[in-house]
T-cell receptor, first 114, second 111 residues
Framework: EPEVTQTPSHQVTQMGQEVILRCVPI?????FYWYRQILGQKVEFLVS????????KSEIFDDQFSVERPDGSNFTLKIRSTKLEDSAMYFC????????????FGDGTRLSIL | GEDVEQSLFLSVREGDSSVINCTYT??????LYWYKQEPGAGLQLLTY?????DMKQDQRLTVLLNKKDKHLSLRIADTQTGDSAIYFC???????????FGTGTRLLVSP
């Protein structure tokens, strides 16, 4: 069964450094998402992306965050200058169509900011 | 705004049925989802139900939706130790693409 893959599985970064989290969505999917889960808290929506632009974003997704689809397969989340509170599990998801189609998630990247 | 609540913990014995409950606040939600998260793994889609349905069954899983009470439940029949995981309820509100997740219910199945 096709799946969403994320790399790396664990990223450790010094505060203030830039970090890029990578995702390969399911190949025929068109809608892409990032979520995060701070330890012990709910899974929170960050951003959705379609047709090479952001279609929806949350209050969490401020100017420190950006997303990109640099080629036909990868979807990346960049955090420009990491803060301690960015430590979380980051999940990528994709769907084949808008809205009602279920989102399929990757295994996540655990980001630890020191 | 949207909010989804779940009980935090459920413990059952192997072979029993498990019922995980979820309440949501947005009555216009169209789809409601159940995801499973095993230790160190991602969110695995288990099943989902459209808001014009009351029940959906998929092998050992039964989803019940009470729209009047905004209550969703997931019943796992003949629960196995491999079902031990965290189960998340999520809703999608029309006009938005995001999923709103509950806190997750940790299911522990003992032999």
């Amino acid at each position: 069964e096709p799946e969403v893959t994320q790399t790396p599985s664990h990223q450790v970064t010094q505060m203030g450094q830039e970090v890029i989290l990578r995702c390969v969505p399911i190949s025929n999917h068109l809608y892409f998402y990032w979520y995060r889960q701070i330890l012990g808290q709910k899974v929170e929506f960050l951003v959705s992306f379609y047709n090479n632009e952001i279609s929806e974003k949350s209050e969490i997704f401020d100017d420190q965050f950006s997303v990109e689809r640099p080629d036909g397969s990868n979807f990346t989340l960049k955090i420009r200058s990491t803060k301690l509170e960015d430590s979380a599990m980051y999940f990528c998801a994709s769907t084949g169509g808008p809205g009602d189609q279920p989102q399929h998630f990757g295994d996540g990247t655990r980001l630890s900011i020191l | 705004g949207e909010d989804v609540e779940q009980s935090l913990f459920l413990s059952v014995r192997e072979g029993d049925s498990s019922v995980i409950n979820c309440t949501y606040t947005d009555s216009s939600s169209t789809y409601l989802y159940w995801y499973k998260q095993e230790p160190g793994a991602g969110l695995q889609l288990l099943t989902y139900i459209f808001s014009n349905m009351d029940m959906k069954q998929d092998q050992r899983l039964t989803v019940l939706l009470n729209k009047k009470d905004k209550h969703l439940s997931l019943r796992i029949a003949d629960t196995q130790t491999g079902d031990s995981a965290i189960y998340f309820c999520a809703e999608r509100v029309p006009g938005f693409q995001k999923l709103v997740f509950g806190t997750g219910t940790r299911l522990l199945v003992s032999p």
